[in-house]
């Protein structure tokens, strides 16, 4: 039975029709047309599907609409300003982090979380939250120091 | 030779796009009108189809129509034509096409594929090269012998042998007669996957004006669009095949894969485009899997250490079709030598049809499953002989004057394998290794590298420049980005060779057959020589015609202009000058007149002299730009759990010429750790039945941030090549070469334990650290 879901997406509000089983992913993929949101996998395991709902980085594919009603989702497309990339964003350029970039969105989103709940996030916790992402290009190494180096861009900001 | 732009860490032009979401992938797109597909795999691995009971799918609300193979006399294959878009009257492997449903939504297809009804009578399964070549096995393929083929291949009618390829040099196998030393062993690379993050997927459009427009997820439109034209018996003009972004193919989403069961699919609804992408399940049953591959392999050397033969033989469990693995299966076999030098070599090489998804190129195409073999047997040797296995590897590693197993001769152009090696010793053996403590065992390993791109004699790439109004330039290939940054090296090569900063150089974004300059395929980390040499090749004749228009413009002749990216001026006088953006459509000259032509220019660049092997022999011009490398890991091996820990690994490469260093070094890091994977973790496993038991992220374990070596050297060498822009040479499959004999050689290493195959998972060490404890 389709249900209404009204929400927040990227700042603006959304109502999509759609049955009560159906999942984040499709809705924000399908529904909204916003394809920055990536699926990687059939069973939550790569991450790449994930965005942030009501401040928290969840997987989108194994998120269903009763949770999100009346809640607020961030997606990749909502990260920058404009033509301003987000820090996270410019550092994971910057870094050399992206390769053929279908993990990035997810990872984005991650790491915005992570720095919104807590700027000083240590390099145990930002392991930890990258540690819930497959990426099968780059090895690793580059996005943790893009994630370091966003960590600094976001203190520089602030100051 | 000072460089402006080589050599330096520019960001890739495609990561903005990329990191905001806005990055066009295959299932992003969305075309009004639009079906989409569910397939249908079979039950059984291997299969008669009795009977396929569509009636109730197509009852399903939103089914638009049910496919299946019945009377598709379709054959495609551009080796070997032996694959059916759909089982025809059979199955051979159990993630193969059924039957389809095409439907209004996606969710529709899905719910009506599950109520199509299969009749089977289920044939033995062989999941294994060595069952199936048994001599009493039954057919995969009842009359392969019938099936189009290039004529280079050769099957064995009445066997499940889809290709042997045979390569003798020297005296072949009678070389032994001179070896004092020789030892031999099977080595096995299981079957493993690329697993990319973004699945693999099609779309594909009949419209009624008779052309077929295309999407795939592919990285050779121009093979998919000949193969469709072929297919369906049309001219290759009016198919139109388009390449989005593409989220990682490390070599499986190349050749032609699912592309065409999408089009005969697709067939059925004419004037409507049909969307296929892969579940993540399907991507590892239904697309390309990888190795495969097992090496009988012998190596004899003299007392002093100078090797003298080699025998090789390579099984490949190929899969259910073959036109994808032979030239895995052939290219594993001349390359099983390994960076070294043998008088005499004896190899062949077994491509055996299977029942299990069909092998495809990954990450080095026959190089690291036979090289696997070389390199544990090169240790091995050098302890037999009692001597240090970098000084045994020194004797014999390929130099300029060498000669390889396919007879080609090796040239200073070609690089220098000892100084990767020495790189090696000194990042990972300088000093003692940690003594062994109660809790761990410490090893140290090494592994030397070579390989050579797997070419066609049309492989070229093509590349069309065009200046700009305000002198910049735009450039278009047909060479398909998937992550590897073939655009920050067409920058930058563009940039050096015409003198204009990168900022000013725009390069393609997607593929479209119908403007992209032709390329055959991307893939065996060719892209860099002879894309790079394409794209100096146009910016030499763009650079001609700017002079060609100068020379009417300044009143002097060409060969007394020079050019420096803003201006064509007269060497003896450089004030006299007309600025390049003023040449770009031709000359205007004060009057209105317009003078000399448009500033473009197109050209292409292949393997020079690339040729076929021998029909006797196997011998041919079948590398022509080699890389070597070396490669090591340091080490521990966890004494209670048996886990297996890398605590520093190191890659050195001789690539000529470093055209990005962050870039470069990505690429390495990342063919590291994937080695890394299917050294202690990845490997795809079937049944007995011929199921793969984990088709999954969850059990089909790649590796994760936390599986990174705390420490990881990468070292670049650069002695230029003769073939590449500014003397570069390919990396992208050989960092994820020799990072699986270094760690088994560590291992040996650590705990006197020789290991045969991959991967080495906790359970297998601590079983084998439990057998030597009882045989010790
Ligand atoms: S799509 Fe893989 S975790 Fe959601
Ligand atoms: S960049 Fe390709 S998967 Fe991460």
Known sequence: MAEKYTFKVNGCERTVEVDADTLLIDVLREDLQLTGTKRGCDNYTCGACTVILNGKAVKSCRTTMDKVQGGEVITVEGVSNGKELHPVQKALVDSGAIQCGFCTPGIVTELVALFDNNPDADEDAILKALNKHLCRCTGYEAIKDGALLAKQLIKERQR | ?776
């Open chain 2, 1 to 776: 030779m000072e460089y402006k732009y080589i050599g330096k860490p520019l960001p890739r032009p495609d990561a903005i796009s990329k990191a905001t979401g806005k990055a066009i992938y295959l299932d992003d797109i969305r075309i009004p009108g639009m079906l989409y597909a569910a397939i249908l795999s079979p039950e059984y691995a291997h299969a008669k189809i009795i009977n396929i009971d569509t009636s109730s799918a197509e009852k399903m609300p939103g089914v638009v129509k049910v496919v299946t193979g019945k009377d598709c006399c379709i054959r495609y294959g551009d080796n070997i034509a032996d694959q059916t878009p759909m089982a025809v009257d059979k199955v051979r492997y159990a993630g193969e096409p059924v039957a389809a449903v095409v439907a209004e939504t996606l969710e529709q297809a899905n719910a009506a594929v599950e109520k199509i009804k299969v009749e089977y009578e289920p044939l033995l399964v062989y999941t294994d090269a060595r069952e199936a070549m048994k001599e009493d096995a039954v057919l995969i393929h009842e009359h392969q012998e019938e099936y189009k083929r290039l004529p280079t291949l050769k099957c064995i009618p009445d066997t499940n042998v889809a290709n042997y390829y045979r390569l003798i040099k020297g005296k072949g196998e009678e070389g032994f007669e001179e070896a004092d030393v020789v030892v031999e062993g099977e080595f096995n690379y299981p079957i493993g996957s690329a697993a990319a993050m973004e699945p693999h997927g099609s779309i594909v459009w009949f419209k009624e004006d008779q052309s077929i427009e295309c999407w795939s997820s592919s990285v050779c439109p121009f093979i998919i669009r000949q193969e469709l034209a072929h297919t369906f018996d049309m001219p290759v003009s009016e198919v139109r095949v388009h390449i989005p972004e593409i989220g990682g193919s490390f070599g499986y989403k190349s050749d032609i894969t699912v592309e065409i069961t999408i089009a005969w699919i697709a067939s059925f609804v004419p004037g409507r485009p049909v969307k296929w992408v892969a579940t993540r399940r399907e991507d590892f049953t239904s697309t390309l899997s990888g190795h495969g591959i097992r090496t009988f392999m012998k190596l004899g050397a003299k007392k002093n250490g100078k090797l003298v033969a080699i025998k090789s033989k390579i099984l490949h469990s190929g899969g259910a079709f073959a036109e994808t693995p032979v030239n895995v299966t052939i290219t594993a076999t001349h390359n099983s030598g390994g960076p070294y030098e043998y008088e005499h070599c004896f190899m062949e090489g077994y491509t055996v049809y299977t029942n299990t998804t069909p092998v495809g190129a990954f990450r080095g195409y026959g190089h690291p499953e036979s090289q696997f073999a070389t390199e544990r047997l090169m240790d091995m040797l050098a302890r037999k002989l009692d001597m240090d296995p970098f000084k045994f590897r020194e004797v014999n590693y390929l130099r300029e004057g060498s000669i390889v197993a396919s007879g080609e001769k090796m040239w200073k152009t070609n690089g220098d394998v000892q100084a990767a090696a020495k790189k090696i010793q000194e990042a990972i053996f300088d000093g003692d290794k940690p003594e062994e403590d109660e809790d761990y065992y410490y090893g140290r390993g090494f592994a030397a590298l070579s390989k050579a791109p797997k070419g066609a004699t049309f492989s070229t790439k093509g590349c069309y420049m065009k200046m700009n109004i305000d002198g910049s330039v735009s450039i278009n290939m047909g060479g398909a980005e998937q992550g590897q940054g073939l655009r920050t090296v067409v920058k930058q090569v563009a940039a050096e060779a015409l003198q204009i900063p990168p900022e000013k150089i725009h390069c393609y974004t997607e593929i479209d057959t119908q403007f992209s300059p032709y390329e055959w395929q991307t893939i065996g980390s060719m892209f860099t020589v002879q894309g790079g040499r394409a794209v100096i090749r146009a910016a030499n004749k763009l650079i001609a015609i700017l002079k060609k228009t100068a020379s009417q413009v300044l009143k002097a002749d060409e060969d007394m202009l020079d050019y420096n990216g803003e201006y064509v001026y007269l060497r003896n006088d450089p004030s006299i000058k007309v600025a390049v953006k003023d040449l770009a459509r031709g000359y205007i000259t004060s009057d209105g007149i317009t003078i000399g032509e448009i500033a473009q220019a197109s050209a292409d660049a292949r393997l020079p002299r690339y040729s076929n092997p021998d029909p006797e022999t196997g011998q041919g011009t079948l590398g022509v730009e080699y890389t070597f490398g070396a490669q090591g890991a340091q080490i521990r091996v966890e004494k209670k759990t048996g886990k297996v820990i890398v605590d520093h690994f190191a890659s050195s490469f001789d690539i000529g010429r470093v055209i990005n260093p962050l870039q470069a070094r990505g690429t390495v890091l990342g063919g590291v750790l994937m080695g890394i994977g299917a050294a202690l973790h990845e490997e795809l496993i079937y049944d007995e039945q011929g199921h793969q038991k984990n088709p999954h992220y969850g059990r089909y374990r790649i590796p994760k941030m936390r599986d990174i070596p705390p420490k990881s050297t990468v070292d670049f060498i650069e002695n230029p090549g003769a073939v590449g822009p500014y003397g570069a040479r390919g990396i992208g499959e050989h960092p994820f070469l020799a990072v699986v004999p270094a760690i088994l050689n560590a291992i040996y290493d650590a705990t006197g334990i020789d290991f045969y195959e991959i991967p080495i998972t906790p359970e297998k060490m601590k079983q084998a650290l439990a057998d030597r404890k009882e045989n010790a």
